[in-house]
């Protein structure tokens, strides 16, 4: 089975600066999608960043990206210029390509990551 | 304007009742998803569906009962065999087993006491 770990419970940064938080996953497929999950306060789950496996390019949405290292299986967020609205839980989240299971999402326990100004 | 309601934001029962948890979607989504979130834990898979009149299990089923008789709908009744109910539940839909985006509701905080 497949396993999603986020060993940063806690992260802080200064506004405007940059921080990276964490991902590794466990898995033997070799297809495969990762994504980053926001949870803010109101606790409503917010999409920010998505990844497939098969492609090697790091994605990038605005202020955010990843570095996506298949071989480590590790899946890591960067946030630049970090804002006082980027406050909030962070979720890791992996699905699978393959068998009945395919679509659901298996979620890291999450870092909260908080913002200075 | 499309999206996924869950109702009521917040819901206290007493041990012992069984309590149904609602979730609607109007964005014609065809699997639907109930997690489970604890404190310090990440979202655990209770239930699914792909498609109506069909659900399958997740990860923490037992305690937990789903219906989906419409393509809308996904309601999850808490029955009283669940030893742990209270926690924050989200309902979430995809268009299809396919699709890698889930798009999630507001959630239900639910206290049992």
């Known amino acids: 089975a497949q396993t999603v770990t986020q060993s940063q419970p806690e992260m802080s940064v200064q506004e405007a600066e940059t921080v990276t938080l964490s991902c590794t996953y466990d898995?033997?497929?070799?297809?495969?999608?990762l994504f980053w999950y926001k949870q803010p306060p109101s606790r409503q789950m917010i999409l920010v960043i998505r990844?497939?496996?098969?492609?090697?390019q790091n994605a990038t949405e605005n202020r955010f990206s990843v570095n996506f290292q298949k071989a480590a299986k590790s899946f890591s967020l960067k946030i630049s210029d970090s804002q006082l609205g980027d406050a909030a839980m962070y979720f890791c989240a992996y699905r699978s390509d393959y068998g009945g299971s395919q679509g659901n999402l298996i979620f890291g326990k999450g870092t909260k990551l908080s913002v200075k100004p | 304007d499309g999206g996924i309601t869950q109702s009521p934001k917040y819901l206290f029962r007493k041990e012992g009742q069984n309590v149904t948890l609602s979730c609607e979607q109007n964005?014609?989504?065809?699997?639907m998803y109930w997690y489970r979130q604890d404190p310090g834990q990440g979202l655990r898979l209770i239930y699914y569906s792909q498609i109506v009149n069909d659900f399958q299990k997740g990860d923490i089923a037992e305690g937990y009962s789903v219906s989906r008789e419409k393509k809308e709908s996904f309601p999850l009744t808490v029955t009283s065999a669940q030893k742990n109910p209270t926690a924050f539940y989200l309902c979430?839909?995809?268009?299809?087993?396919?699709?890698?985006?889930?798009?999630f509701g507001p959630g239900t905080r639910l206290t049992v006491t």
């Open positions: 990844q497939e496996a098969y492609k090697q």
């Open positions: 964005l014609n989504h065809d699997a």
């Open positions: 979430a839909s995809s268009l299809g087993q396919g699709y890698y985006e889930q798009y």
């Open positions: 898995t033997s497929e070799s297809d495969y999608y």
